[in-house]
């Protein structure tokens, strides 16, 4: 499902809105209750963090590296953990007080 590290890399311009900030994929924008749903989305996004960890740690031993799509992709990276962390929060179940 998700590109290799080098497409990542090569599209990592496609993440953002042409005001420069990223954007908010569809599938955690959406408004889903269901636990099964959100869990497929967590573990697609999962997928994407480690693939862009492996893209970074990559480009990082490159000594002619953009710097600034270096940089876009670790904003990606941590935009990805934000993500999960909210979808990982909408699995727990609110309790009354």
Partial sequence: MNPGWRSIAKDCS????P???LYYPIAVSMNT??????AMLIAD??????DLDQ???RLVE???VDQLRLTRLKKR???LKDWIAYLESKLI???DA
């Fill in 14 to 17: 496609e993440w953002h809105t």
């Fill in 19 to 21: 005001d420069g900030d």
């Fill in 33 to 38: 209750n269901d636990p099964g749903e959100i």
């Fill in 45 to 50: 996004l999962r997928e994407e963090h480690r």
């Fill in 55 to 57: 893209a970074i740690a």
């Fill in 62 to 64: 490159d000594p002619s």
């Fill in 77 to 79: 990276k941590l935009k």
């Fill in 93 to 95: 179940p609110d309790l």
